[in-house]
């Protein structure tokens, strides 16, 4: 891999792994508009028990290339170079400028939608009924009380093995899912305490969200390729009206009705009501709100924009 792919491919892989944490646009979604969903889709897939045969035929070398392994080792540094600054990053914003990041994010879905949405070869009767019924589902989402989220293992190998999925699917972000189960709040500073104190709770919680990614992420990918090969415009259909749905779990102004105390003795949000500006019980940063959303908007088009439409090797 030359040089050029290789940092083009890594800072790719790093929009992908900071788009995971923030509750806004996909993994995804990034891996479709910079041109590298098909051939990530086809890697995951790659990965089976037929991979045994290859090693045993070809070894290390064969296993490798069957792989894919310079794409993936590369996209794979950059994502994880792309969730540490996101981990770090966004909950620092989450701290200090909520209404601004929330705005960034609505900007950044809205985006998100008119792009998928652009994908579909042909509206017709089907494919509009989806996209309403995908709006119907995903604001009912936001308004009916949010699970509470649960702290159990076994939880959080289930929240894995859901959210992972929105990685390779364009249009859902996993964190959004993770937002939706009540495990956002916590998943997010476990990763964080993991990556600055290695504490082993920590670490446990971390690994088992990891294996539950894993198992999600192996099976997913080929309900995915089924699903897209053979509707792909209904599925992206519908997958647009979710997104569309879901803005008001992102409405930056959104007054705190109950919270409720994690498991490190923090208060932290459960039922919130999205209000107008002059209704919010806070500073509403109107002109400060509206510029990050605006620029949350066109980064998406950006992105598409400057990403290349070829395959990179």
């Known amino acids: 891999m030359k040089n050029s792919s290789f940092i083009s491919l890594a800072l790719k892989g ?7 944490v923030i509750p806004g646009v996909s993994g ?3 891996a479709f ?3 590298i969903y098909e051939k990530l889709l086809d890697t995951i897939k790659a990965f089976s028990p037929s991979l045994i045969g290859v090693f045993k035929k070809e070894g290390v070398s064969g296993l490798w290339s069957a792989v894919n392994g310079a794409f993936l ?8 170079t792309g969730v540490i600054v996101g981990v ?30 652009k994908q579909v070869s042909s509206w017709g009767i089907t494919e509009i009924l989806l996209m309403l019924t995908g709006v119907a589902v995903a604001y009912y989402i936001t308004v009916a009380s949010p699970a509470q989220g649960n702290e159990a293992l076994w939880y959080v190998f289930l929240s894995g093995t859901i959210a992972i999925s929105a990685l390779i699917l364009p249009g859902i972000s996993g964190s959004f899912i993770l937002l939706i189960m009540g495990m956002y709040s916590f998943i997010i500073p476990t990763v964080k305490n993991a990556l600055k104190t290695f504490d082993s709770e920590s670490l446990l919680t971390v690994g088992v969200f990891a294996a539950g990614c894993l198992l999600g992420l192996t099976t997913f990918s080929r309900v995915l ?15 647009t009206g979710f997104m569309l749905g879901s803005l008001n779990k992102l409405w930056p102004w959104r007054n705190v009705l109950s919270t409720r105390v994690n498991s490190k003795g923090e208060t932290v949000p459960f039922l919130e009501e999205s209000v107008l500006p002059a209704a919010y019980d806070g500073n509403p940063y109107l002109v400060g709100v509206l510029i990050t959303m605006l620029l949350g ?7 598409e924009r ?3 439409k070829n395959e990179v090797v």
């Open 14 to 20: 790093m929009a992908m792994g900071i788009a995971e």
């Open 28 to 30: 995804g979604t990034i």
């Open 33 to 35: 508009i910079t041109g």
């Open 73 to 80: 080792a590369t996209l794979l540094i950059g994502m994880a």
């Open 88 to 117: 770090f990053g966004v909950t620092h914003l989450l701290e200090t400028y909520p209404e601004m990041l929330w705005a960034f994010f609505f900007g950044l879905i809205i985006s998100s939608a008119i792009f998928i949405g």
């Open 225 to 239: 390729s089924w699903t897209f090969k053979n509707y792909k415009s209904p599925t992206l259909a519908l997958l």
């Open 297 to 303: 908007f066109l980064s998406v088009f950006i992105i």
């Open 306 to 308: 400057l990403g290349t």
